[in-house]
């Protein structure tokens, strides 16, 4: 047996999960979702925010072209089923997860990186969806996470002409929230990781589960559901504690973060 695909560490109340195939860039094939899938539901047990990064000089090329090739097409039905199962368990389960990019950021590794709440690329990172020059589509949920993060507009661009977006575009155009310098979006994205895991895990469950699906509806549905879920967190017993230690004058003060590095 060689080196697991995905490997998992815990530190402190922060799960790491590193793409672990740089030989292949770190394309990811069934054995890799289901590696993913493992680590994604041990750090939702047992870590308050995990951050996924990826091994060797790129984030990830996206699906397994390779293994891709050998499909029938109610197999790649499956396949693409089997994506969306596991990123929804990331963007909708029960801990916030930071993604820490850099190289290549590509089709399936874009909708990976889409499905986690906060993205941090270093300058090295590039993002791009080749769905359109290898004749297929996106079937990781780009179609859903990644048009919504640049647009409609932008993802068309970006599928029809091969177009590449450096990092500072990447920025420009929302795929990431933070650019830093390169080598520096792991330590980024565990800062963060770490901050959101000192928040009360009922806000994060409400932002991560409740945000994502207000955007979804009308808005008299959504400000319906936003009264009740703020309500419900308000009056949680971690609630009650946070806002007594704020009048108490026992809280951390607001920080201003600057230019987000
Ligand atoms: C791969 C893959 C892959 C590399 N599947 N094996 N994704 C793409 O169309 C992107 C394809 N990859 C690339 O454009 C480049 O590899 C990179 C720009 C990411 C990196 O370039 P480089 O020069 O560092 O690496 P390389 O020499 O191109 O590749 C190194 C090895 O990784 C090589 O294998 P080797 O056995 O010849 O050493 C490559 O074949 C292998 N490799 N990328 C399989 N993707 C759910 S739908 C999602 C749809 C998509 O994701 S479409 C986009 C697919």
């Known amino acids: 047996m060689g080196e697991p695909l995905v490997l998992y560490s815990l530190e402190g109340d922060v799960a790491l999960i590193r793409l672990n195939r740089p030989e292949k860039r770190n394309a990811i094939s069934d054995a890799v979702i289901e590696a993913l899938a493992a680590c994604v539901a041990r750090a939702s047990a047992e870590a308050k925010a995990a951050v996924i ?22 197999e790649g039905v499956h396949g693409s089923r089997r994506w969306h199962a596991v990123f929804d368990t990331i963007q909708r389960g029960a801990i916030p997860f930071v993604a820490a990019l850099h190289g290549a950021v590509v089709g399936g590794g874009l909708e990976l990186a889409a499905s986690t709440h906060i993205r941090v690329a270093d300058r090295t990172a590039f993002f791009a969806l080749p769905e359109g020059q290898r004749g297929i589509f996106v079937g990781g949920s780009g179609s859903v996470r990644i048009a919504r993060l640049m647009t409609v ?19 420009r ?6 650019l830093v310098e390169p080598g520096a979006a792991l330590d980024k994205a565990k800062a963060l990781a770490r901050i959101a895991a000192g928040n009360a895990p009922l806000s994060n469950y ?37 806002l007594k230690a704020f009048i108490e004058k026992r809280a951390a003060r607001l920080a201003v973060a600057g230019s987000g590095e």
């Open 173 to 178: 155009y929302n795929l990431v929230q933070y």
């Open 206 to 242: 409400a932002v991560i589960n409740a945000l994502p699906r207000i955007q979804d509806m009308a808005q008299d549905d959504a400000l319906f559901v936003e009264s009740i879920i703020a309500s419900f967190t308000a009056t949680s017993p971690e609630a009650a504690e946070r």
């Open 53 to 74: 990064h990826g091994a060797g000089e790129h984030f990830s090329a996206g699906l397994d072209i390779v293994e891709h090739v050998e499909k029938s097409p109610i």
């Open 153 to 171: 507009a932008r993802m068309t661009d970006l599928m029809l002409t091969g177009r590449v977006f450096t990092a500072e575009e990447g920025e």
